[in-house]
């Protein structure tokens, strides 16, 4: 059995240096002071003095004497000054290196947070375009800033670290340098000053740098540089063949969801892939009525930790269902998951009881797959009611005003329960107690179905208190005798919470199905308006406006000229947001393929967010959309619409540039076909009849003294006639030819007599034909037809001329006309060889030329410029075997509505 081939990291690294990208040289400690950035240095100078071209990109050396030593003599690029909140910064000028373009560029500290307006938001994302430009990159990081091992990082120092850089970045390294000193001399270095300044340093003693955090990180750092050599040599030994206990192939799914403590589950999710070498899958299952409901924090947390999950590498699935534990193993089985890692929030057993749990019910199904089962901690289910909090006291605050302010609902229970007791109250004794208990039911109901669970709860307490008031005796008291009757205000109050939840359940499908078709109908509005169209413009247009309308943004679509140079092609809008910042915006993300832009961490200053149009051949384009609602930027619902949307039309302008392309090329094999078709003419249809004349001339003027009889001087004559007027007839095809191929052909209509042009035709052709038995047959009393008089002459000479090429010598031609309804239709026909029926349609083709026995001469343009004539007056034209062995073309022109006469009875015969 086969057994899935699996990319190593290292290996796509090595196939990657290959493509001439640059190596990335990370220098790993465990802590700031170990010497990462001196041993960064040192090792650039021994670079630059073996002659490699070396620079300083950025260099921090937080005053430390040692390493501004170490500075003095290695070139450096200046940093660029950048002002934020009325604040002077300096950070590494990524386009002065590009530009420089060295062998080798350091870049401290990799973890670094840009400042904003930079154009990436992270210092690795500058280091990730410098490998990208094939320059070699030597820079420091800390063990503690790398992504998976935050949490663990914060459980050892009780400290979270704010700026990570994803796993990814050290797996595709070139080099892992690790830089280790003993703690005792790390702390004495502290002490000393030489990391710190005073303050600082005592407060890092206290904290961060205490001995038993120093060996817990150093720990950790050598434990992932040992992890790193080992899937080296694992790669080497593959690469080699060589023998070894391969593992066998694994794969990882992570459930997810908004709350922050799925981060930690994704963290330990890409720890489990790296240390197993598997794929990994970050899956969130959301029950369809749910996202309607969720808060603007939930919806970010949900963002923070998907984008989180896709920087780490994962594989992101998401699902909708309402059971989610069933849509987790549906899709684990399908994947060919072996293992789940799933997180257990800390309930109560009675909520878990009314809840159920997912946990339990993904271990009782999972049928072999391996459950890893993390279990929450009570503060990180508080952290994540705490941020919902914050969320409704802050963002949610508007929408609670509004909320408090529409008061319409109890209003209207209010006046419905007054308005029922007036009129239940002059017939109560009439109804009874049960009956008036059932009418008030229908304000319930009413409420639920109008305006949802919250103000169908209230109706029912207002019921309840308006029957025991004015209907249970003794009335008029909240006193109530028979204690029965508490067990009908306990089903009241059941029916409207019920009741309203049904209806709030109902009202959220309701609306989710909506937005579903909303964008479903939009997806298929697009494709159908693009799909046939061939029209640049026109697609462009449709993608502009749909996108614009479905998603309610301003849209522009940025396409490159024959420069390569992006310029507006569409704007869905009068006005436009472009400028030249934005568009350097665009350009960027046309020239890497990536998307950046507002609400990305790469330019995230711009106005718009900006989506690369790729398909296979390449990036067709850009569009940029600013969105009328800042936060539809964080919508990962509304983001996914807009990247399918993005799919569409990048498929649709391929097309039309494919289309465009094959156009040109057939243009381009057509053109060859003539110019072949061209050249064997004019070596044969030209030489031919020219030899002839060339022969008869020469006989003609070495014969000064009239030895040739008056017989044998009219011979060469009519040999020169013959060549000159084969001659004009194939030039005149091939301008002919021309003219229909450049819609230049412009018709000269005039009253016709088709029995005059058939008899013209026959004259032109001459002597071929008086050798030939010919039968004209016209019915009696053809009207004239409105036509071009000299091309119809010139289709019935070509069909005469093909009649005699593709028959015997000697077989007869029959030429025949008669009105059929309001058209004439002529025939030419011969005896011969038949046609292929599947040939038929074919010899009015260019350049179509049958396969025949006899010695036949021709460019394959005869019928093709009869077709055209025929088709340019309104006619049809075609080809079939007839009963004689030969081949019968037929054509047919319009009569028209003013007869102008009749030709007279022909009884002659040719």
């Known amino acids: 059995m086969a057994k899935e081939k699996r990319i190593d990291p290292d290996e796509l ?29 040192e090792a650039a100078g021994e670079k630059l003095s073996e002659g490699m071209d070396v620079v300083v990109g950025l260099v921090e050396t937080h005053g430390r004497a040692e390493t501004e030593a170490m500075l003095k003599g290695l070139p450096a690029i200046p940093t660029r000054p950048q002002d934020y909140k009325g604040k002077t910064f300096y950070e590494m000028d990524l386009d002065a290196i590009l530009a420089r373009s060295p062998q080798i560029v350091l870049v401290d500290e990799l973890a670094h947070t840009n400042i904003i307006g930079s154009r990436h938001k992270k210092r690795y994302m500058d280091v990730q375009e410098l490998l990208a430009a094939g320059i070699n990159v030597y820079t420091t990081l800390n063990i503690q800033h790398l992504e998976t091992l935050n949490d663990i990082v914060a459980q050892i120092t009780g400290i979270t670290v704010r700026e990570t850089v994803p796993d990814q970045i050290l797996e595709t390294a070139s080099q892992i340098k690790l830089i280790d000193i003993p703690p005792e001399e790390l702390i004495q270095r502290l002490k000393d000053g030489k990391v710190y300044g005073a303050g600082q340093a005592t407060e890092a003693l206290q904290k961060f740098f205490r001995a038993g955090n120093i060996n817990a990180l150093r720990e950790l750092a050598l434990r992932y540089t040992a992890k790193k050599v080992d899937r080296q040599l694992e790669s080497y030994m593959r690469v080699h063949g060589i023998a070894g206990p391969w593992p066998t192939g694994e794969k990882v799914l992570v459930c997810i969801s908004a709350s922050p403590f799925s981060a930690k589950l994704i963290r330990i999710a890409k720890r489990m892939a790296t240390s197993q070498n598997a794929e990994w899958l970050a899956v969130h299952v959301e029950p369809s009525l749910h996202r309607l409901s969720r808060n603007e924090v939930e919806r970010d947390s949900m963002a923070k930790n998907l984008r989180l999950a896709e920087t780490l590498g994962a594989e992101i699935v998401a699902l909708t269902g309402d059971d989610i534990a069933e849509e987790i193993l549906e899709l684990a089985k399908k994947r060919n998951v072996s ?103 229908l304000p319930v109901l009413i409420s639920a179905s109008r305006w949802g669970r919250f103000s169908a709860v209230i109706t029912a307490a207002m019921g309840v208190i308006t029957f025991d008031f004015f209907f249970v005796p003794p009335i008029f008291t909240f006193t109530v005798a028979d204690i029965r009757y508490l067990l009908s205000f306990t089903i009241f109050m059941l029916v409207g919470i019920i009741t309203g939840t049904l209806s709030a359940r109902l009202k959220k499908q309701v609306n989710y199905s909506r937005q579903r078709v909303s964008r479903v109908s939009a997806l298929y ?192 004559l009519q040999t020169i006639l013959n060549g000159a007027e084969r001659m004009n007839r194939f030039v005149s095809n091939l301008l002919d030819m021309a003219r229909l191929e450049s819609g230049m052909l412009k018709l000269k209509k005039d009253w016709c007599d ?49 009649a005699l090429k593709y028959s015997e010598q000697g077989s007869k031609i029959v030429v025949s006309t008669q009105q059929r309804e309001k058209q004439l239709e002529t025939t030419v026909a011969n005896q011969g060889e038949g046609i292929l029926d599947t040939d038929l349609s074919k010899v009015f083709d260019k350049f179509y030329r049958l396969n025949s026995p006899l010695q036949v001469s021709g460019t394959g343009l005869g019928l093709a410029i009869c077709k055209g004539i025929i088709e340019s007056h309104g006619g049809e034209i075609w080809a079939e075997n007839n009963k004689l062995g030969g081949v019968t073309i037929t054509f047919t022109l319009p009569l028209s509505n003013q007869a102008m006469g009749r030709v007279p009875v022909m009884n002659e015969g040719v």
């Not at 799933?342 to 999972?366: C, L, M, N, Q, Y």
């Not at 990180?380 to 919902?388: F, I, P, S, V, W």
Request: glycine share 6%; net charge negative.
């Open 13 to 41: 690294l090595a196939s990657l240096e290959k493509d001439d990208l640059g190596k990335l040289t990370i220098f790993l400690g465990a802590a700031a002071g170990v010497g990462k950035t001196y041993a960064m240095l």
């Open 339 to 441: 293992q789940i890692i799933i997180g257990k929030p800390e309930h109560t057993r009675f909520w878990a009881i009314v809840h159920g749990s997912v946990v339990d019910k993904v271990i009782r199904h999972s049928q072999g797959i391996s459950i890893h089962v993390i279990p929450g901690s009570l503060q990180e289910t508080e952290q994540n009611h705490q941020q919902t909090v914050v969320s409704v006291k802050g963002k949610g605050a508007d929408t609670l005003r509004r909320r408090s302010l529409s008061v319409i609902p109890y209003l209207m229970s209010i006046l419905m329960m007054i308005a029922l007791s007036m009129l239940i109250n002059p017939v109560r004794s009439f109804l009874g107690p049960v009956n008036i208990s059932m009418l008030f039911l």
């Open 525 to 716: 509005a697009l494709s159908r308006d693009i799909a046939a169209v061939d029209n640049l413009d026109a697609v462009l247009e449709s993608i502009a406006h749909n996108v614009a309308g479905t998603l309610e943004g301003h849209v522009v679509l940025l396409l490159p000229n024959e420069n390569a140079k992006l310029v507006l092609q569409k704007s869905s809008r009068a006005d436009n947001f472009l400028n030249e910042s934005e568009l350097a915006v665009a350009t960027w993300v046309f020239d890497r393929g990536q998307k950046a832009g507002k609400g990305t961490e790469t330019l995230g200053a711009a106005t718009a967010l900006y989506l690369p149009l790729s398909t296979e051949q390449g990036v067709q384009g850009v569009l940029g959309i600013c969105f009328d609602e800042s936060e539809a930027q964080a919508d990962p619902e509304r983001i996914r619409l807009l990247e399918a949307f993005v799919g569409l039309a990048a498929m649709a302008i391929n097309r039309i540039k494919l289309a465009e392309q094959a156009r040109q090329a057939l243009t381009l094999v057509e053109s060859e076909r003539l110019r072949t078709a061209l050249f064997n003419s004019l070596s044969h249809d030209l030489r031919t009849p020219l030899a002839s004349i060339i022969g008869a001339v020469t006989g003609l003027l070495e014969d000064p003294n009239f030895v040739y009889s008056p017989e044998a001087r009219h011979d060469l």
């Open 754 to 802: 088709l029995q005059d042009i058939i008899g013209v035709a026959v004259n032109r052709l001459g002597e071929s034909l008086t050798v030939r038995p010919l039968d004209i047959n016209v019915q009696p009393g053809l009207p004239l037809i409105q036509a071009d008089c000299i091309l119809i002459e010139q289709v019935l000479i070509n069909l005469l001329d093909n």
